[in-house]
């Protein structure tokens, strides 16, 4: 049994988990961070507090005695593996996998959030060979809406962004409009419900996508609109994923038609059923289960795996 543990402490959410090499076996323990009603985000202090206070019981979920069979471990450290990227949220899981390594005397790796987000998504798909070869992916969440260029470097792959928002993140637009219904925060899957539901869909704005990029501000005022005429709910709700999914599609066209890549989606805006079948119709893109498309340690674990030699 080749077992490995991973960290991830995000804006969002507090995960670990293990994943077994051999069998790709995996297990993920997850709590999403408390965000008081009305609100559609946290400070990073109350993030990092909260990380520290939910971190050890969700190592406890994993079993006892795991640290006795893990080869390695890794924490992503930062939101993207590029000179800058820095958020204090991860310093919380870091500091924890770091200092559990060390006791074990086993290695550790640091690795960005995204990159974690990647591979849960290609172990998910059951497309792990994609970490060695280009792709596209989308990284679409709360905080992050980007079209990349991933590529395998000496030690792990790198991703270059070609594409995606150039002010509000996908996952913002959506809770936006969450907030704007009455939904809790994170409000994507409760959204997706209430669009399910819609019996007169609106046409969708259709924000202006030039060299795979686009603005979603735009589209916050038109959802704003539509809701101050009177329109049903479950109306708003369906064309506030209406108006991500044609962005999406008409960027990813654009990559597409450039590169002539298979496309990887992660994050958790890309668990929604309706982008996803508009996306696998268009473009056979491969997309990791709901458990696995929002924030979690596995693909972290899965690095430290990839990292170690023992995912080939």
Same mark, same amino acid.
């Given at each position: 049994?080749?077992?490995?543990? &991973? ?6 959410? %507090?995960?670990?988990? $293990? /994943? #077994?090499?051999?069998?790709? =076996?995996?297990?993920?323990?997850g709590?999403?961070l408390?965000? +008081?009603e ?7 202090? #109350?993030?990092l /507090?909260?990380?520290?206070?939910h ?5 406890l979920e994993? !079993? ?9 471990v890794?924490a ?7 000179? =800058? ?5 991860f310093?919380?899981?870091a500091a ?7 006791a @074990?005397?086993?290695?550790f ?23 060695h070869? +280009?792709? $596209? ?5 709360? =905080?992050t809406?980007?079209l990349?260029?991933?590529? *395998?470097?000496?030690? $792990? ?5 070609? !594409?995606?928002?150039?002010d ?14 009455g939904? +809790?925060?994170p ?13 007169? *869909? ?6 202006? %996508? ?14 704003? %609109? ?5 329109? +049903? ?8 994923? #209406? ?23 992660? &994050? ?8 996803? @079948?508009r ?10 289960? *709901?458990?696995?498309?929002?924030d979690?340690?596995? =693909?972290?674990a ?7 030699g023992?995912?080939?």
């Amino acid at each position: 049994m080749a077992r490995f543990f &991973g960290v991830d402490t995000s804006n969002y959410r %507090t995960s670990a988990a $293990l /994943f #077994d090499s051999e069998s790709h =076996g995996w297990h993920n323990s997850g709590q999403l961070l408390k965000v +008081p009603e009305g609100r559609i985000g946290l400070r990073q202090s #109350d993030a990092l /507090f909260q990380h520290v206070q939910h971190l050890p019981e969700r190592i406890l979920e994993l !079993g006892m005695g795991f640290g006795t069979q893990i080869k390695a471990v890794a924490a992503s450290t930062r939101p993207r593996a590029v000179p =800058g990227s820095y958020m204090p949220c991860f310093l919380a899981g870091a500091a924890v996998a770091r200092s559990l390594a060390h006791a @074990q005397g086993v290695p550790f790796f640091e690795v960005s959030h995204q990159q974690g987000h990647l591979a849960a998504a290609a172990l998910s798909a059951n497309a792990l060979h994609l970490l060695h070869e +280009p792709f $596209l992916a989308w990284h679409l969440s709360g =905080g992050t809406t980007e079209l990349l260029y991933v590529k *395998p470097e000496e030690t $792990l792959f790198s991703a270059e962004i070609i !594409g995606g928002t150039d002010d509000l993140a996908a996952g913002q637009l959506i809770d936006r409009a969450g907030n704007l219904l009455g939904l +809790p925060f994170p409000a994507g899957a409760q959204l997706e419900q209430l669009a399910n539901a819609c019996t007169q *869909p609106q046409k969708p704005f259709r924000p202006k %996508t030039v060299g795979c990029r686009f603005s979603l501000s735009g589209a916050q005022n038109k959802i704003e %609109t539509l809701y101050q005429t009177g329109a +049903p709910r479950e109306t708003v709700a369906r064309y506030t994923i #209406d108006i991500v999914g044609s962005a999406v599609m008409d960027a990813t066209q654009q990559a597409v038609q450039q590169m002539h890549l298979p496309v990887l989606c992660a &994050g958790g805006v890309m668990s929604n059923r309706r982008l996803q @079948q508009r996306m696998r119709d268009a473009f056979g893109a491969f997309f990791a289960e *709901p458990a696995l498309s929002g924030d979690n340690a596995v =693909g972290v674990a899965v690095l430290a795996a990839l990292l170690s030699g023992e995912l080939l």
